[in-house]
């Protein structure tokens, strides 16, 4: 069985540009979250999906970002546009209900020069 | 302060020591993770534990609820136990995790 798997593994993107980073979950799986490491901190909630719907998006940081997950299948995290602050690993997880044991993806490094 | 604090922040050790390391937390929780991540790779979860003890394999964890603190135990380290390890905690209704900054444990030959 197909774990959690994130794409890109890797974006270099200049700053103002757009990224769209993409999670596919364990199938089956219709708890979705989206976590973010900032280089030296603590990874950090950014948001959760029950199927398609956002039950928790209280960690995005600004309206630059726009999670989706359209049919309740996969997700996409979308930064509009990119700043400096915005670089760090972003990592996906899935679980199968809120008190499952959570599956992570791993994760997309995105740069901003 | 973080909600979920780890120590010691790296930690090295020689091949075949037994490894302990600590993770406390201020809230009340409904579980707690043990997860590690290897250099370049993803993040793996370990353990997911809300009382008692568990073991697998060399690792154990155990937690105290009262006292608002979990271990994980390395038996006979080696190298490959390289890696970070993150505890996370899960509160109350919550199922987002809360994150601890991570331990880096080095094991040398």
């Known amino acids: 069985e197909a774990g959690v798997t994130q794409f890109p593994s890797h974006s270099v993107i200049e700053k103002g540009q757009t990224v769209t980073l993409r999670c596919d979950p364990i199938?089956?799986?219709?708890?979705l979250y989206w976590y973010r490491r900032v280089m030296g901190k603590e990874i950090k909630f950014l948001l959760h999906?029950?199927?398609?719907?956002?039950?928790?998006e209280s960690g995005m940081p600004n309206n630059r970002f726009l999670a989706e997950r359209t049919g309740g299948t996969y997700s996409t995290l979308k930064v509009q546009p990119a700043e400096l602050e915005d670089s760090g690993v972003y990592f996906c997880a899935s679980s199968q209900g809120i008190t499952g044991s959570a599956f992570f993806g791993q994760g997309t490094r995105l740069t901003v020069v | 302060k973080n909600e979920v604090e780890q120590s010691p922040q790296n930690l090295t050790a020689q091949e075949g020591e037994f490894i302990t390391i600590n993770c406390s937390y201020s809230v009340g929780i409904s579980a707690l993770h043990w997860l590690q991540q290897h250099p370049g790779g993803g993040i793996v979860s370990l353990f997911m534990?809300?009382?008692g003890k568990k073991k697998h394999g060399r690792l154990i964890a155990t937690i105290n609820i009262q006292e608002k603190h979990s271990s994980l135990h390395i038996t006979a380290s080696h190298p490959r136990d390289s890696a970070v390890y993150i505890c996370a905690v899960r509160s109350g209704a919550n199922s987002k995790l809360t994150f601890g900054k991570g331990i880096t444990l080095s094991v040398r030959p």
């Open positions: 534990l809300s009382s």
């Open positions: 999906f029950v199927k398609e719907s956002k039950q928790d």
């Open positions: 199938s089956g799986h219709d708890n």
